[in-house]
């Protein structure tokens, strides 16, 4: 959906920001489905301990881009400006957000709380077309395999909880 229909662009012509979001879905994902590997960990403990792990990455990226001159530290006069913006980010953006998919996961499963993921870029999609963006064909084609195989997966699971609870409600 976001190749213009040419999806060899990346080999040719990187779109980094783009590759990013698409390993960052992908790791949110694993995410998801690794927290069934941690059940007995209560959703804000979960959200801590990814919040620590997290931050520590992004200081040592951030340390290491200054270091080779990539981005350097911002001034305490430009941190001071973008304070507010990084609370806002920072506080309902990330912790509460990540909050929410953790207790999600936990009260409607991983499958359920993962359709999330597919319906981030496929509003992001709508909403550009609404904005005046014109897709090519493939990347209609595109956004609809994203949705029948997001439908079609959950479709199943559920399929398969309900057998599973008649055959737990045999005698």
């Known amino acids: 959906m976001i190749s213009r ?31 069934i590997e941690v059940g007995d960990f209560s959703a804000i403990r979960i959200t801590t301990l990814v919040s620590i792990g997290g931050g520590a990455i992004m200081w040592a990226a951030a340390g290491i881009a200054d270091a080779v001159g990539y981005d350097p530290v ?15 980010l920072a506080i309902p953006g990330v912790v509460l957000a990540m909050l929410a998919w953790n207790v999600s996961a936990r009260f409607i499963g991983s499958a359920n709380t993962a359709l999330l993921v597919v319906l981030v870029p496929l509003t992001t999609f709508v909403i550009q077309i609404i904005r005046g963006y014109r897709p090519v064909l493939l ?33």
């Open 5 to 35: 229909g040419h999806p060899l662009q990346y080999v040719d012509h990187p779109r980094w920001g783009d590759l990013f979001c698409i390993a960052s879905a992908l790791a949110f994902a694993l995410y998801t489905l690794g927290m």
């Open 139 to 171: 990347e209609y084609v595109g956004a609809v395999i994203a949705m029948a195989a997001v439908t079609a997966n959950n479709l199943r699971a559920r399929r398969e909880a309900q057998r599973t609870l008649a055959l737990a409600a045999e005698p």
């Open 74 to 88: 911002p001034s305490w006069h430009e941190l001071r400006i973008a304070l507010p913006g990084l609370v806002y």
